[in-house]
T-cell receptor, first 113, second 112 residues
Framework: DAGVIQSPRHEVTEMGQEVTLRCKPI?????LFWYRQTMMRGLELLIY????????DSGMPEDRFSAKMPNASFSTLKIQPSEPRDSAVYFCASSPGTMETQYFGPGTRLLVL | EDQVTQSPEALRLQEGESSSLNCSYT??????LFWYRQDPGKGPEFLFT???AGEEKEKERLKATLTKKESFLHITAPKPEDSATYLC?????????????FGTGTRLKVLA
């Protein structure tokens, strides 16, 4: 298996622009997680899905952030409008179960100017 | 407030110099504690899961232990390739949903 795939790997945008991050989980994994990592706050869980349904989005920082999972093999995290403080590395992870190992993608490094 | 604290923030060891990393937590309803390794520019990579106090797991030079309030990652005779950031995470359940809380990590540097 190719593992969790994320795109793009790097994104540079200007404040106010819409940003869409994409994730393809490992086939057969029922859980998908979106995380944000910064030096100051470490790794923060933003939202997770079970069987394509959002279960807990309490970590989503603001209404500017939204996530969707239209099918078992694809998820997006959208920021609209983007702000400089959104600059971070965004990771997607998938897992076969809640008590199972999470497999992380390589991350998307986002820089908002 | 639920919290996961890792110490030290950074650690430099000579090759072969054994040490331990600490992860202390204050959560209600702990379901599991996870250790991950993260190399620069990459996503975290799973190492261990511990479920109950007294449990221990080993992998090569690494050994993870769990008590009711903290976990230790013991590194025996480390090598330069063990240099990485080690992350601890706890999973708790609240009202039927699961929370994953990560610590900020320990940056380990092993010198040859």
């Amino acid at each position: 298996d190719a593992g969790v795939i994320q795109s793009p790997r790097h994104e540079v945008t200007e404040m106010g622009q819409e940003v869409t991050l994409r994730c393809k989980p490992i086939s057969g994994h029922d859980y998908l997680f979106w995380y944000r990592q910064t030096m100051m706050r470490g790794l923060e869980l933003l939202i997770y899905f079970n069987n394509n349904v959002p279960i807990d989005d309490s970590g989503m920082p603001e209404d500017r952030f939204s996530a969707k999972m239209p099918n078992a093999s694809f998820s997006t995290l959208k920021i609209q409008p983007s702000e400089p403080r959104d600059s971070a590395v965004y990771f997607c992870a998938s897992s076969p179960g809640t008590m199972e190992t999470q497999y992380f993608g390589p991350g998307t490094r986002l820089l908002v100017l | 407030e639920d919290q996961v604290t890792q110490s030290p923030e950074a650690l430099r060891l000579q090759e072969g110099e054994s040490s331990s990393l600490n992860c202390s937590y204050t959560v209600s309803g702990l379901r599991g504690l996870f250790w991950y390794r993260q190399d620069p520019g990459k996503g975290p990579e799973f190492l261990f899961t511990l479920y109950s106090a007294g449990e221990e797991k080993e992998k090569e030079r690494l050994k993870a232990t769990l008590t009711k309030k903290e976990s230790f990652l013991h590194i025996t005779a480390p090598k330069p390739e063990d240099s990485a950031t080690y992350l601890c995470a706890v999973q708790e359940t609240t009202s039927g949903t699961y929370k994953y809380i990560f610590g900020t990590g320990t940056r380990l540097k092993v010198l040859a």
